[in-house]
T-cell receptor
Framework: GAVVSQHPSWVICKSGTSVKIECRSL??????MFWYRQFPKQSLMLMAT?????????EQGVEKDKFLINHASLTLSTLTVTSAHPEDSSFYIC????????????FGSGTQLSVL | AQSVSQHNHHVILSEAASLELGCNYS??????LFWYVQYPGQHLQLLLK??????LVKGIKGFEAEFIKSKFSFNLRKPSVQWSDTAEYFC????????????FGQGTELSVKP
């Protein structure tokens, strides 16, 4: 079955540094990828929708200059958390849509970010 | 390792039929449980969640789910489906003791015939 690979799975960084998270569709072309964030005791929150070759569409309240999304190819989207702060500590997960007939959604394994 | 299993990959029902989608997880500790829905062309939306308390959880749009700890299950139910319930449904689990990592089931596609 289709696989979405997300790296790293766990990252600890110092406040003020930047962290890049990669999301790859391994055996299908993903024209659309989604980035979500989940804080403890809450549900997933959509951060942005990433379309290959165009600028990401950010949800209200999500700072586009802080959460840089690049979807340069049909198999790779990256989320960079710039100048991370402790309040950015969260679980980030990507999902990719298989643009074939099934239009099915597949999830990465997620990244737990801890900012010290 | 934790895993989430949704037994039904594709369910086809007629309107007004009752729905039950299975979800089982493998983890012996404390868990938080979620059901998400994705309507065609849209992103994920939360249907309901269980953190603690009453194991019978009511969600939006008439959905409910029951947490049965002894069976490691969190099945989603709706007494009478509508055509507009056609969507893909995802069960998800995380454990507050393991950093909150969210694990999804593979999803169940529901098709409701008018």
């Amino acid at each position: 079955g289709a696989v979405v690979s997300q790296h790293p799975s766990w990252v600890i960084c110092k406040s003020g540094t930047s962290v890049k998270i990669e999301c790859r569709s391994l055996d299908f072309q993903a024209t659309t990828m989604f980035w979500y964030r989940q804080f403890p005791k809450q549900s997933l929150m959509l951060m942005a929708t990433s379309n290959e070759g165009s600028k990401a569409t950010y949800e209200q309240g999500v700072e586009k200059d802080k959460f840089l999304i690049n979807h340069a190819s049909l198999t790779l989207s990256t989320l960079t958390v710039t100048s991370a702060h402790p309040e950015d500590s969260s679980f980030y997960i990507c999902s990719a849509r298989n643009g074939g007939l099934s239009e099915k959604l597949f999830f990465g394994s997620g990244t737990q970010l801890s900012v010290l | 390792a934790q895993s989430v299993s949704q037994h039904n990959h594709h369910v086809i029902l007629s309107e007004a039929a009752s729905l039950e989608l299975g979800c089982n997880y493998s983890y012996g500790g404390t868990v938080n449980l979620f059901w998400y829905v994705q309507y065609p062309g849209q992103h994920l939306q939360l249907l309901l969640k269980y953190f603690s308390g009453d194991p019978l959880v009511k969600g939006i749009k008439g959905f409910e789910a029951e947490f049965i700890k002894s069976k490691f299950s969190f099945n989603l139910r709706k007494p009478s489906v509508q055509w507009s319930d056609t969507a893909e449904y995802f069960c998800a689990v995380n454990s507050p003791n393991q950093g909150g990592k969210l694990i999804f089931g593979q999803g169940t596609e529901l098709s409701v015939k008018p």
